[in-house]
Nanobody, 116 residues
Framework: QVQLVESGGGLVEPGGSLRLSCTVS????????MGWYRQTPGKQRELVAT???????GYADSVKGRFTISRDNAKNTVYLRMNSLKPEDTAVYYC??????????WGQGTRVTVSS
């Protein structure tokens, strides 16, 4: 059974940076596309970055130009580099498949808090 483990979150000041990691217990190529999502209390989970098998990336307007999704195939790990962080980026971040029919059990996520 494929599992997802997110890490790398923490407390950072506005304008700071973090790199999140998502380690897949199986192969990241089990999915046609991987994505990073985030969720805040009372709101739906939001897809913020995607990475397809062929390396194409996509970003929500709210993070475009500040976040970068990438992967290390050998480590079966997907990363999210977050620069110029804003208080509104505060959320719990998760990774998972992008296609609805490929989504598996959600991991625990990693909490990002942007605050001075």
């Amino acid at each position: 059974q494929v599992q997802l483990v997110e890490s790398g979150g923490g407390l950072v000041e506005p304008g700071g940076s973090l790199r999140l990691s998502c380690t897949v217990s199986g192969s990241i190529f089990s999915f046609n596309a991987m994505g990073w999502y985030r969720q805040t209390p009372g709101k739906q989970r939001e897809l913020v970055a995607t990475l397809t098998k062929d390396g194409s990336t996509g970003y929500a307007d709210s993070v475009k130009g500040r976040f970068t999704i990438s992967r290390d195939n050998a480590k079966n790990t997907v990363y999210l580099r977050m620069n110029s962080l804003k208080p509104e980026d505060t959320a719990v971040y998760y990774c998972n498949a992008v296609a609805v029919n490929e989504i598996i059990e959600w991991g625990q996520g990693t909490r990002v808090t942007v605050s001075s």
